[in-house]
Nanobody
Framework: QAQLVESGGGLVQPGGSLRLSCAASGRIFATNTLAWYRQAPGKQRDLVAAITSGGSTDYADSLKGRFTISRDNAENTVHLQMNSLKPEDTAVYYC??????????????WGQGTQVTVSS
């Protein structure tokens, strides 16, 4: 069964760092994109960063320089390194995988989300 398992969220003080991870399993992909989104209370879910199976990356403009996305293709795992965290980074962070299997079937999966709270 296809699933995305996120880890690494928690409480951190302003200026601190966290590293989120998301492991995708249950499918054999031809190409895919792994991404992180976040949703703060009362706000829409927005893209944080994305990385393709070819290694191309995309970031929300406001987060460039503080957040770094990376992936391990062998493990189909994506990481989000978050530095210099601010209270406004507080949100539930969601992992998303979109792609096409080796059988040419498109898919789109979301993880359950992991809470990140930045507070002193």
């Amino acid at each position: 069964q296809a699933q995305l398992v996120e880890s690494g969220g928690g409480l951190v003080q302003p200026g601190g760092s966290l590293r989120l991870s998301c492991a995708a399993s249950g499918r054999i992909f031809a190409t895919n994109t792994l991404a992180w989104y976040r949703q703060a209370p009362g706000k829409q879910r927005d893209l944080v960063a994305a990385i393709t199976s070819g290694g191309s990356t995309d970031y929300a403009d406001s987060l460039k320089g503080r957040f770094t996305i990376s992936r391990d293709n062998a493990e189909n795992t994506v990481h989000l390194q978050m530095n210099s965290l601010k209270p406004e980074d507080t949100a539930v962070y969601y992992c998303r995988e979109t792609g096409r299997t080796v059988y040419d079937i498109e898919y789109d999966y979301w993880g359950q989300g992991t809470q990140v709270t930045v507070s002193s």
